[in-house]
Every structure is written in C-alpha cells, then in structure tokens.
C-alpha cells in the first residue's frame, strides 16, 4: 500500500464466513423482509483484508479486489465507518476472496463486518456498539452476527442475536457447487408456501431444537424445498453426504453450499476423498471465544483499551 501524507496505520483481518444450523422462514412482514428464526455459526473458512489509514484532510476510500465485485460492501462499510466516527483520511483496502460467493456463507457480510470492527480502531475514534449495530443492520441482515461470531440465534430480520452457548467443536465439510443462488429470488419463491399453520409448528419446533443436544438429525433449513426444486444436484449431494456419515447435512442460508458435520478427522477425510468431483473445504466451527481472540489479535497492537472492543450485550 503506498503512503501519503500522516503515519498509515495497516491491518490485515480474517473474515470468516458462517453456516446457518438451522433456518426457518415464517411469514413475509410489513417492511418486506422475512421473519426468521436461525442458528448462526461461525465456522474456519476465511476471506483475507487488508486495511490501511492514514490521517489526512480528505477522505478517500480505495478497495482492491481480484474479482472486482460490483457494489462491493466493504467500500460501502468503510463509508458508513468513516462517517460515524467523523474521521477524514485514506483508506486503502485489499480483499482476498476465499468464501464462494452467492452460496449462503455470509463472505460479504463479513467482509462488512471487519471493516466496521477494524476501522475505528485503525482511525483511533471509537466507535459505539449501538451505532456499530445500526450500520450492519443497514449493510445487510447477516452483517450484526459477524460483530458476535459463535454461535447464535437470530430472530427478526435474522440481526436480532442471542448468543448460545458453545458446544464441543466437530468437524465439518463443506461442499460448494458454484451454482450462484440469488437470496431475494429464492425468498420470492418461498414466500407464497408460508403459512399460518406452519408458522405455529416451525416456532414450537425450532425452539425445542435449540436447547437439544441431538439437534443435529432434526436440523432444517427451509430454504432447501425450493433451492433443491431448481438445482436438483444439491439434493443428491446432501444424499451424499449424509451417505459419507455426516451426523448434520443441510444447505446454508439461501444456497447453494452445503455443509456436513461429523464425529471426527477422519470421517471427514473419507467424506472429502468420496467428494473429490466437487468443491470442497474442510471445516471446523470456530466458538465466540476464539472468535473474539481472533480479534484481539489482530488490532491488539492499535488498541488504547478504550476503543475496542466496543461494549455491547453482544461481546460479553
Ligand atoms: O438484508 P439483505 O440485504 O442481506 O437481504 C437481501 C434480500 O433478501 C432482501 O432484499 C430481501 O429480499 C431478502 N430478505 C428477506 N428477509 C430477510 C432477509 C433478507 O426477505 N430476513
């Protein structure tokens, strides 16, 4: 990154994606989004930012990104930071993609997410938990988890979190077919199946899921009905991983990735060698605690104390 005028301050951040452990769509709402009732994770897999600050009269904001991505939301994120925290000078990012794109992994959203974390600490100007949540609420629905990282419930929008308690970290595969699945069409084709009456048993039964320790076979993710109609090979490669031993195989978000969770290493070595046609990365799921250290790490030495991280009934 070039320097210009001022001390450029440079960090490079790990964003990580998630997996939805459950997923249930019940009713379209008044401002046009879905009511949901979710389990987010966050799980290894990990796109690479850099980010650089240097203080200066005028604000610019320059992104670099091998897949030029239109509209990308990390410029967007930078923007809204740069805003909130009433600082001026340039930003200079580079993004390293390694979470596939349009698959339900949340990439953008975290990429989203880093930049609001990392940010204000670079421009040294806190920026509060409350107007942190505001501004990833604003980038997108999946963008207020990536603050908490874990795992999760989310209600409303899917922005509404309560964090859930870690359990033991088991190994996963995820399997992405680089079939490019858009969210608001695939909400589009579901929405007219939600019904009253099926809303009442999602709720009762995602809510026993939640606390249940075999949650596992139960899981479900609805968007699957309508993803595997049109894409009927993501159907068979669930088969295939339930086939392989998977303990879990469900699709993620929207589509099109799916993921498998099993007992142990080697189960996974076996389900990635009876994959080999596709896709795929070995995964582990990555709790709030190591999420948050992850963190740490990363801006620890641009830390004042102050300044991150920001407080919240999120980051306890
Ligand atoms: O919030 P985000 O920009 O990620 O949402 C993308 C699209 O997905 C929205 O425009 C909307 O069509 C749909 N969506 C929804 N209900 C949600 C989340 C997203 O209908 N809870």
Known sequence: MSKSAGVPRQVRVRALAKIN????????RPDGYHE???IFQTISLADTLDIGFTTGRKTSIELEDELNIPDNLVARAAGLAMDAIGASGRVEM????????????????????AVLLALPVLAGRALDARKMRELAEQLGSDVPFFLLGGRAVGIGRGSELFPLPDRPACPGVLVAPGIHVSTPQAYRRLSPRLTSESLQNKIVSFQSHTWDPAWGEAAVNDFEAVVFEQHGDL???????????????????SGSALFGLFRNRDEVTHAIASLRDEKTFRISLVNRARYRAMWWRALGQHMNGRVWPPRSRYLR
């Open 235 to 253: 159907a068979i490669l669930k088969k295939r991983l339930t086939g392989a031993g998977a303990s879990t195989a469900l699709m993620t978000g």
């Open 94 to 113: 580079r993004l390293a993609k390694r979470i596939p794109m349009g698959a339900g992994l949340g990439g953008g959203s975290s990429d989203a997410a």
């Open 21 to 28: 452990l459950d997923l249930r769509v019940l009713g379209k």
């Open 36 to 38: 949901l009732r979710t």
